[in-house]
């Protein structure tokens, strides 16, 4: 066990490995995309990749054209998908590393053309709709001129339709209204791209919670992110043969005896009641604890929880042991799977009112990530 730095973000990649095959299982004949933008959902871009491709995921997806080409550096050669279209990313250099690539308006179907002009060979590119969350794609006036651009494109050799796609706004809310009219609205699109000759490899449109919830959204393809790491947005969390892959934990750097009345970390937010042991955790907001966490019993050792005592500053937090017999270097878990009692990512994001994604990939990168 490596204990050498400040904190560490121990991820358990056999747990990747077997929630991509539990998700391929339920999803067959649908194929499964891992998607690993921002660093793997802070698990580590390659290593989750390559436990996501051992788990048979057929399909890797990523935001940014620099994160689709950190994997093909690392020798991943799957088919990869960039999310997201910015007329500034290094497309034809994507396209040299054979990387699809995303339009969902005109100007970005000829940026694309052009792009793979420069690269010397054809883009595979996938078109986008926005199918009513409003954030990127070709609303429904504009597909129809967006589908004729990309098979003008596709006529004039500079790149292949390979994939229609859309975006859920509340898959992760059963029952949400949204999300037949998206998928009538998904329908739409792909007729009209079908009718005017587009024929497309892959169609998707469901992320983990479409993926789980919506078994008509499954498409030829699911774009599974927080599932593959054992998280979901979904109420409740995520289903119980989906496990965590990431334990976060450190070990205390300093312990005191201080007396009672004893005012605690910035601003004195907390003051000890009794004479008192204090333990110091070497980690902080900038380690990803969110500053909000300060009062909640949200720390695991000796078996129980803790409340973090007072303010969480940008590099550590106290700890109130009271006369537990802590020592230096006891070690103090943040949150992990949840097995021995400690909490969950999910805890910490309903106890703070987020989601488990925000949690996960705000640990910062001063933290190794180390693959036990
Ligand atoms: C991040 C993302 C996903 C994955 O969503 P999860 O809820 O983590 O499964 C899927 N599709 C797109 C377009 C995304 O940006």
Same mark, same amino acid.
Do not use: N
């Given at each position: 066990m490596v204990m050498d730095s400040h904190a560490q973000a121990l991820v358990d990649l056999d747990a990747i490995s077997g929630n991509v095959a539990a998700l391929r299982e339920?999803?067959?004949?649908? =194929?499964?995309?891992?998607?690993?933008? =921002? $660093? $793997?959902?802070?698990?580590? =871009?390659?290593p989750a990749a390559r436990a996501a491709i051992r788990g048979g995921a057929g399909w890797l997806g990523v935001v940014h054209v620099a994160e689709a080409l950190e994997l093909r550096a690392a020798g991943i050669d799957s088919p990869l998908l960039c999310l997201m279209a910015i007329g500034s990313d290094a497309h034809s250099a994507a396209i040299e590393a054979g990387v699809d690539l995303t339009a969902g308006s005109v100007?970005?179907?000829r940026r694309l053309a052009a792009a793979a002009a420069d690269a010397g060979r054809p883009a595979r590119v996938h078109l986008k709709a926005d199918?009513?969350?409003? *954030?990127?794609?070709?609303?429904?006036?504009d597909w129809p001129s967006v589908v004729d651009a990309g098979l003008a494109a596709q006529a004039a050799g500079r790149l292949n339709v390979v994939g229609l796609w859309s975006h859920f706004?509340?898959? +992760? !809310?059963?029952?949400?209204?949204?999300?037949?009219?998206?998928?009538?609205a998904f329908g739409e699109a792909l007729a009209i791209a079908e009718k005017a000759g587009v024929t497309p490899e892959v169609r998707h449109i469901a992320n983990t919670a479409g993926a789980l919830l919506v078994p008509e959204a499954r498409y030829d393809l699911v774009r599974i992110g927080g599932g593959i790491y054992g998280l979901s947005t979904l109420p409740g969390g995520p289903p119980p043969?989906? *496990?965590?892959?990431m334990t976060l934990r450190a070990r205390l750097a300093m312990v005191k005896r201080v007396p009672a009345g004893t005012g605690v970390s910035y601003g004195h937010r907390y003051v000890t009641t009794a004479q008192t042991t204090l333990g110091l955790l070497p980690v902080g907001y900038a380690d990803g604890v969110p500053r909000a966490a300060a009062g909640l019993p949200l720390l695991f050792a000796r078996g129980r929880r803790w409340p973090i005592a007072g303010t969480v500053c940008m590099d550590q937090l106290v700890i109130d042991?009271?006369? !537990?017999? @802590?020592?230096? $270097? +006891?070690? @103090?878990?943040?949150?992990?799977p949840g097995d021995g009692g400690e909490p969950t990512a999910q805890e910490w994001a309903d106890t703070l009112g987020t989601i488990s994604y !925000?949690?996960?990939?705000?640990?910062?990168s001063r933290v190794p990530r180390s693959y036990p």
């Open positions: 339920l999803v067959a004949p649908s =194929a499964v995309m891992a998607v690993v933008k =921002a $660093g $793997g959902y802070g698990h580590g =871009a390659v100007d970005m179907v199918t009513g969350l409003s *954030r990127g794609g070709a609303t429904a006036a706004a509340s898959a +992760d !809310e059963p029952g949400s209204p949204s999300v037949a009219q998206q998928l009538a043969w989906l *496990r965590p892959a042991f009271g006369d !537990e017999p @802590v020592a230096v $270097g +006891d070690e @103090v878990v943040l949150f992990g !925000e949690i996960v990939t705000g640990i910062g």
